[in-house]
């Protein structure tokens, strides 16, 4: 068998791997990092005209893609940042902090948050609308409120010009005011997610994210909540009332699960024995690639 043969076969499948791994997301990365490797376009055509054996230089070409996948990876590795569109942030810390206030007109409200990753956490009410803590390095946020009537949008999101270089030492605690009725929009990175959503009346929750650690407990203040997670390699638990009648709905492509108190009604759906006489009900919708995850009634 031909070197060019091999040698293009072992690049394509490494390419298929990856993109598969990012489409599910397995792997986090930017691929912007891959075009700023094109030197190894020379190094692999250089290995190809050595006079050595074929199987020395698969050797070789497969230790040169491990190499740069390593790199593209790596969180410590400093790319040089084009200073004219980017704002590096890397060296200090950046606590940041601000409130929405709250008026007995705001009978709805929605939050719609772009986080990035580390840990993320929601477990206390507040006489504000909002109050947002922010502790860590690599990146500050903005904020947008919206008011028409008695229905208040506010959205928190990354600053922009702001590449994130780490995945480390970035936390976000936030706590909300419980008289509204909440819906709730969530886009985070690769993270530790703790939300405790009981003192809430929550109408609707969505979260989509990358490889997380999500851990979510909700309440029962609102007649029908609608739960929705997208996400990758996840470890998920869910902790709901036993008094709330809960229908999930799982769609995953590898799992782990432990769901207690819940009957299967068909493949992928699952209901608890007192869904019709329920007044109150939550319905979860979780799809997610690689996880591990778990329902729990209190």
């Known amino acids: 068998m031909k070197f060019r043969n091999i040698f293009w076969g072992i690049i394509l499948i490494f390419l298929g791997i ?9 792997l986090d990365f930017d691929w912007y990092n891959m075009w700023r490797l094109w030197p190894v376009i ?3 055509w250089g290995i190809s005209i050595l006079p050595i054996k074929d199987i020395i230089k698969i050797g070789f070409v497969v230790v040169v893609l491990v190499g740069s996948i390593y790199y593209m990876l790596n969180d410590n590795v400093r790319w040089r940042m084009e200073e004219d569109n980017y704002t590096e942030i890397n060296s200090h810390a950046v606590n940041q902090e601000f409130q929405v206030p709250y008026n007995d007109t705001m009978t709805m409200a929605s939050l719609d948050m772009e986080m990035a990753a580390g840990s993320f956490t929601l477990y206390q009410t507040s006489d504000q609308l909002v109050n947002f803590v ?3 390095s690599l990146v500050t946020y903005k904020y947008i409120v919206k008011q028409e009537d008695t229905i208040t949008e506010v959205r928190i999101m990354m600053e922009d010009g702001v590449r994130l270089n780490s995945k480390k030492n970035n936390r976000v605690d936030v706590q909300l005011n419980s008289i509204p009725v909440w819906d709730m929009d969530f886009e985070i990175g690769a993270a530790e997610v703790d939300l405790d959503l009981s003192p809430f009346r929550l109408k609707s ?7 997380a650690d999500i851990n979510i407990k909700l309440g029962d203040q609102y007649p029908d909540t609608y739960l929705e997670i997208e996400a990758g390699a996840s470890s998920i638990e869910l902790r709901v009332p036993e008094s709330s009648g809960c229908e999930l709905k799982i769609s995953t492509v590898l799992s782990g699960r432990t769901i207690s108190g819940f009957n299967q ?23 997610a690639a690689v996880s591990n995850y778990s329902v729990i009634r209190y």
Request: glycine content about 12%; cysteine-free.
């Open 42 to 44: 020379f190094i692999l």
């Open 205 to 211: 929750f969505r979260l989509e994210g990358g490889a």
């Open 134 to 136: 922010k502790s860590g």
């Open 18 to 26: 990856l993109f598969t791994l990012e489409n599910l997301n397995v």
């Open 265 to 287: 009604v068909e493949h992928g759906l699952y209901r608890t024995g007192n869904f019709d006489e329920a007044t109150h009900k939550i319905y979860m919708d979780v799809n």
